[in-house]
Nanobody, 119 residues
């Protein structure tokens, strides 16, 4: 059974940092890109960052570039999202997903973790 399990969310003040983790299990993800999305209340889910599992190539949304860093630990099958200089507008449920490189389709989703940034 394939699982993506996020952790690390919480309530922090503006300007603080958090690190989210996404641990993958149940299959090999070498042909996938791991992607972080977020969804704020009343808004559509939006792309945050992605990393190609095999190459480590990263890509970020403009809204988080320079503040967030995505990385992976192959030995732990875990992807991280280091979030610095958090803003109230970063408040959302953050989801980890696995996107197949060959199709561009999201095949797997995590359950999400809440991040709340107070002003």
């Amino acid at each position: 059974q394939v699982q993506l399990v996020e952790s690390g969310g919480g309530l922090v003040q503006a300007g603080s940092s958090l690190r989210l983790s996404c641990t993958a299990s149940g299959r090999t993800f070498s042909s996938y890109a791991m992607v972080w999305f977020r969804q704020a209340p009343g808004k559509e889910r939006e792309f945050v960052a992605r990393i190609t599992w095999s190459t480590g190539i990263t890509y970020y949304a403009d809204s988080v570039k320079g503040r967030f860093t995505i990385s992976r630990d192959n030995a732990k099958n875990t992807v991280y999202l280091q979030m610095n200089s958090l803003k109230p507008e970063d408040t959302a449920v953050y989801y980890c997903a696995a996107r197949a490189i060959s199709t561009g389709r999201i095949d797997y989703w995590g359950q999400g973790t809440q991040v709340t940034v107070s002003s």
